[in-house]
């Protein structure tokens, strides 16, 4: 069973109600319940934590080596601001896909850079809630063929 971290960053407690022209009108518990469902079927199980504070994602992603095997992180608007963020990443084994609700390659040029994704294996956006959903299935598949990787290499 793998265990899957996902970590939702500034705002996205006000999915659903926060400009569902953007983001669509799925509340994020919507979001963690689906997700929740989709990860008994692939064999994994999650833990969901949103934060509006920087400090508590760093912390969580510090602490994931060895609880969790992965983590699907939408940091928000910290994608665009945290040097913090992306090091804490960077510091720790454990692969990590970052999802975005709307596509920020096409909105105001401040989303257009992301810090945290040189950090992460993929990102997935554009797609709204759904993005989660197909996050987790690449996880997945990241983490069995990094394994296969391993045992050839033994
Ligand atoms: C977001 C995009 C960010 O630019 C924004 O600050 C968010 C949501 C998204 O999921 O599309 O809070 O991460």
Same mark, same amino acid.
Do not use: W
């Given at each position: 069973?793998?265990?899957?971290?996902?970590?939702?960053?500034?705002?996205?407690?006000?999915?659903?109600?926060?400009?569902?022209?953007?983001?669509? /009108?799925?509340?994020?518990?919507? $979001?963690?319940?689906? #997700?929740?469902?989709? @990860? =008994?079927?692939?064999?994994? %199980?999650?833990?969901?934590?949103?934060?509006?504070?920087?400090?508590?994602?760093?912390?969580?992603?510090?602490?994931?080596?060895?609880?969790?095997?992965?983590?699907?992180?939408?940091?928000?608007?910290?994608?665009?601001?945290?040097?913090?963020?992306?090091?804490?990443?960077? /510091?720790?084994?454990?692969?990590? $896909?970052?999802?975005? #609700?709307?596509?920020? @390659? =096409?909105?105001?040029?401040? %989303?257009?850079?992301?810090?945290?994704?040189?950090?992460?294996?993929?990102?997935?956006?554009?797609?709204?809630?759904?993005?989660?959903?197909?996050?987790?299935?690449?996880?997945?598949?990241?983490?069995?063929?990094?394994?296969?990787?391993?045992?050839?290499?033994?």
């Amino acid at each position: 069973m793998r265990k899957i971290l996902v970590l939702n960053g500034p705002n996205l407690s006000r999915l659903g109600q926060r400009e569902p022209h953007l983001y669509g /009108a799925d509340t994020l518990g919507d $979001i963690v319940r689906k #997700l929740k469902a989709q @990860a =008994a079927v692939l064999g994994a %199980r999650i833990d969901a934590v949103q934060s509006d504070e920087e400090g508590v994602l760093v912390s969580r992603i510090i602490a994931s080596p060895g609880v969790y095997d992965g983590i699907i992180f939408n940091p928000g608007a910290y994608t665009h601001t945290s040097v913090a963020l992306r090091d804490a990443l960077q /510091a720790v084994p454990v692969p990590c $896909i970052e999802v975005h #609700l709307s596509n920020t @390659a =096409a909105r105001e040029e401040f %989303r257009q850079t992301s810090l945290t994704a040189a950090a992460c294996r993929g990102q997935i956006m554009g797609f709204g809630a759904r993005g989660y959903a197909l996050a987790l299935k690449g996880l997945m598949e990241v983490l069995s063929s990094d394994r296969v990787r391993k045992q050839c290499k033994r």
